[in-house]
């Protein structure tokens, strides 16, 4: 949550540069560059602090640290970006990659897994992590029944402006 309002300032920023849309009423155009600038922001963001502090500033907040899985020791730079790649999946899964955590007594999702990370605390807990699955199977349900719902209305509504060239995404039920 800290992170993403981190990173909700710093990536409006490049998209809403151009500042006529909100005034005039003009076509946002979304240059090839804003774009690039959308997804890189967020991946030198994360691999930045994972590799200089070990934790982005919303773990670090809470007493996070992201180590290697098996030494316990600080990460390596392709874990850092393997595990900063494994977190575009929750774009394209809704989520679902992180609600695997649930799942598992040490806590990884997938993006550790991958990755060989671990999510660890400063202090250990009292009490060991516990699985749970129903917990875990809910938040995916939900999940997956709103992003269905969420992708039908985004891809009905879909019209993107890029250096004279537009791309529009049919409709959700032409697609099925």
């Not at 309002?5 to 920023?13: P, Q, R, Y």
């Not at 007493?63 to 600080?74: F, N, P």
Request: aromatic fraction near 12%; include cysteine.
């Amino acid at each position: 949550m800290i992170d993403s309002s981190i990173l909700g300032v710093l990536t409006t920023f490049p998209l809403f540069l151009d500042f006529r849309h909100w005034f005039f009423g003009a076509d946002m155009h979304l240059s090839w560059a804003r774009i690039l600038a959308l997804i890189l922001i967020p991946f030198c963001y994360r691999l930045g602090f994972l590799m200089g502090m070990g934790a982005t500033p919303g773990k670090w907040l809470l007493g996070l640290k992201v180590v290697d899985h098996q030494t316990k020791g600080e990460l390596r730079l392709d874990q850092a970006a393997l595990r900063t790649l494994a977190e575009y999946l929750n774009f394209f899964f809704h989520f679902a990659p992180q609600i695997i955590a649930l799942y598992r007594a040490d806590r990884r999702q997938l993006g550790d897994l991958l990755a060989q990370t671990q999510v660890v605390q400063y202090f250990p807990r009292a009490f060991p992590a516990k699985p749970r699955p129903i917990l875990a199977t809910m938040a995916i349900l939900i999940s997956l029944s709103t992003a269905g719902e969420n992708l039908r209305q985004t891809a009905a509504k879909l019209r993107v402006q890029t250096d004279g060239i537009i791309l529009t995404v049919p409709d959700w039920d032409d697609v099925i």
